[in-house]
């Protein structure tokens, strides 16, 4: 059986519009969700992701607009590295200035500090 983390469970109902698994996981959603708080410091965080060329040409045509991301989104607080040799899917590393209107949660995951964005989470392109 393949190991997927409840966050990629939440986000793969949210995705699919699964009311019957989002019920389910009705409780969880709630604790994650009353976690959430206000950011007490600037800081910079970020989120590597894999895209297709057509996303990345859109997000370059969009620069200075609003993009809201329709789950529940993760970023550490060490740069990581975004080197890949596809040729369909470009790796992208997203630099996310928090500052105190941001509303995250700090998880404990292994050595690294991650956060944690709400569903439905908007970012400005630069």
């Known amino acids: 059986m393949k190991h997927t983390s409840l966050r990629d469970l939440i986000n793969q109902a949210l995705k699919n519009e699964d ?5 389910m ?31 990345f040409k859109q997000i370059q045509e969009h620069s200075g607009k609003l993009i809201m991301m329709k789950e529940f989104l993760t970023a550490n607080t060490d740069r990581p590295s975004c ?3 596809s040729t369909k899917q470009i790796s992208v590393l997203f630099e996310i200035e ?4 941001s509303i995250f949660t700090d998880l404990e ?5 991650t956060i944690l964005f ?8 630069r």
Do not use: A, C, P, W
């Not at 009311?19 to 019920?23: A, D, E, F, H, M």
């Not at 709400?118 to 392109?125: G, Q």
């Open 19 to 23: 009311i019957k698994q989002l019920y």
């Open 25 to 55: 996981l009705r409780y969880f959603l709630r604790d994650l969700i009353q976690n959430f708080q206000f950011g007490k410091e600037n800081r910079i965080v970020y989120r590597r992701m894999f895209i297709s060329r057509s996303e």
């Open 83 to 85: 080197y890949t040799s």
């Open 98 to 101: 928090l500052n105190k209107n």
């Open 109 to 113: 995951l292994s050595n690294q500090e």
């Open 118 to 125: 709400n569903l439905n989470s908007t970012f400005r392109i």
